[in-house]
């Protein structure tokens, strides 16, 4: 499958109709697969809640548009702040396993290429704040 300009639209459009203003496109084959690599497009206004992934690590690569990651501490505190912008060469941002993170989207428009081990899991009530 080709990425491009007319992919990025697609999966845009889709999480302009989303009620949570995101879009996953899916590469892996499925949920249990050892690699998750998908597309996420996330508009403004759409909340990303405090959260950790303690099996695996991960990794976003912004492919256009704008957003800030933030990283916390145990008790909360922001303790990194990342402002991706691929116009100024700020591309991406790996993130440790168990590392509390979450982002906000600062332009429409936005899309990132995501990586993370497999197998999906979803997150219990003690990962996100």
Same mark, same amino acid.
């Given at each position: 499958?080709?990425? !491009?300009?007319?992919?990025?639209?697609?999966?845009?459009?889709?999480?302009? #109709?989303?009620?949570?203003?995101?879009? #996953?496109?899916?590469?892996?084959?499925?949920?249990?697969?050892?690699?998750?690599?998908? %597309? #996420?497009?996330?508009?403004? &206004? =759409?909340?990303?809640?405090?959260?950790?992934?303690?099996?695996? /690590?991960?990794?976003?690569?912004?492919?256009? &548009?704008?957003?800030?990651?933030?990283?916390? #501490?145990?008790? *909360?505190?922001?303790?990194?702040?990342?402002?991706?912008? +691929? %116009?100024? *060469?700020?591309? /991406?941002? !790996?993130?440790?396993? /168990?590392?509390?993170?979450?982002?906000?989207?600062?332009? +429409?428009?936005?899309?990132?290429?995501?990586?993370? !081990? *497999? +197998?999906?899991? +979803?997150? =219990?009530?003690? !990962?996100?704040?």
């Amino acid at each position: 499958m080709l990425i !491009d300009n007319t992919l990025l639209d697609s999966v845009t459009q889709q999480a302009c #109709n989303s009620g949570r203003l995101r879009m #996953n496109l899916n590469f892996h084959p499925s949920p249990g697969s050892k690699s998750q690599r998908l %597309l #996420n497009a996330i508009e403004p &206004g =759409s909340v990303v809640p405090t959260h950790r992934h303690l099996h695996t /690590g991960e990794t976003y690569i912004l492919l256009r &548009g704008k957003m800030c990651v933030y990283f916390y #501490n145990e008790a *909360g505190a922001i303790t990194e702040t990342f402002d991706l912008d +691929p %116009l100024q *060469g700020r591309y /991406g941002v !790996d993130i440790p396993a /168990g590392q509390w993170h979450s982002l906000t989207v600062l332009a +429409p428009g936005t899309v990132m290429f995501e990586v993370k !081990d *497999g +197998p999906y899991m +979803p997150m =219990s009530s003690g !990962d996100m704040r």
